[in-house]
């Protein structure tokens, strides 16, 4: 994710709260950093489209006539922090040489800590993924474990040592892959919904179609995503529902490190 777009990008964090202070100033900054081709209606993505400037949005004139926000799509579209807040954290991240604590991040933009923390994890997520934009469309989440010898061992014990704390010396490794496009992968600190829900909503865009196991834990994504879950104890695949894709990923990803663990 490049910030450094225009020339008058400041060189100080005194210069980068007081540049990033005019909302009309983020726009300009972001707007080509978030659509380098062009603005483009993240619901429909028709290319037509008429600025409302008294809100600072657009409002889609292809398929859909919805409005939208630069935040909508991105790792910024459920935070109710101004864009002058999120740009100067930014700014301030990308050019810590020693990297920056969520405390830093709240005396800096005198914001609570809590939020400083949301701030800083999103912006990492976005960095690591080099892009703020969320996964859309046709999505696979799964997670699996890697690590240990479970592989090794009986139906019954594998399920004892995954399922239960037997799982130490194994990774578990979550990943959403948007089919046609790229697929993200994380470590987890486990599988229960509230970790798994806040992975999905961190990366994939509101309205998308979410494929997964019956894992219980991601029941209730409905109804921000269209979710469709396929029991692999009676089918494999339902229509469009599978996980055939992440299946196949984390097939290649094993092999590859197989021996190496």
Request: aromatic content about 6%; some cysteine.
């Amino acid at each position: 994710m490049d910030t450094n777009n225009n020339d008058t990008t400041p060189e100080k964090l005194v210069q980068a709260i007081r540049y990033f202070a005019d909302p009309d100033t983020c726009l300009n900054y972001l707007t080509p950093i978030r659509w380098p081709n062009g603005i483009t209606c993240p619901h429909c993505g028709s290319t037509e489209h008429a600025f409302i400037a008294s809100r600072r949005i657009w409002r889609c004139k292809g398929q859909c006539k919805k409005q939208f926000s630069i935040k909508i799509g991105t790792v910024m579209e459920d935070s109710p922090l101004g864009l002058d807040k999120w740009l100067t954290a930014i700014w301030l991240i990308g050019n810590a040489k020693n990297g920056v604590s969520s405390w830093e991040l709240h005396r800096a933009l005198g914001i609570t800590q809590k939020s400083a923390w949301f701030l800083l994890h999103r912006i990492r997520l976005a960095m690591q993924n080099g892009s703020l934009e969320k996964l859309s469309g046709e999505v696979e989440v799964n997670e699996t474990f890697i690590g240990g010898k479970a592989r090794n061992m009986r139906a019954d014990k594998r399920a004892e040592k995954i399922h239960g704390r037997g799982a130490v010396g194994k990774a578990i490794v979550m990943g959403v892959l948007e089919r046609n496009g790229e697929v993200r992968t994380t470590v987890t600190p486990g599988t229960q919904r509230g970790t798994l829900h806040a992975e999905v909503r961190e990366n994939v865009e509101v309205g998308s179609l979410v494929c997964t196991d019956a894992h219980a834990g991601y029941i209730g994504l409905n109804p921000d995503y269209v979710h469709e879950a396929v029991d692999h104890a009676r089918e494999y695949v339902r229509g469009n529902a599978h996980t055939n894709g992440l299946e196949n990923y984390w097939s290649l990803l094993k092999r590859s490190t197989r021996g190496r663990m």
